[in-house]
């Protein structure tokens, strides 16, 4: 995972995770909308899976 990704992450968790599928989209942004930091939280750890699974 790249140093801009984890940016996004932070900034705008839905968008860091646009590329893992609409399912996956809609997770971490009902996360995103019960708490940011929730939101944060799945979209690293979703990216850290992603990029260590290749």
Do not use: E, H, K, Q
Not at 17 to 22: F, H
Not at 26 to 48: D, M, Q, R
């Amino acid at each position: 995972m790249g140093c801009l990704r984890a940016l996004l992450c932070i900034v705008f968790p839905p968008l860091a995770v646009l590329d893992r599928g609409c399912g996956t989209v809609l997770i971490v942004f009902l996360l995103t909308l019960a708490g940011w930091v929730p939101g944060a939280i799945a979209a690293l750890v979703l990216n850290y899976v992603a990029a260590n699974s290749r």
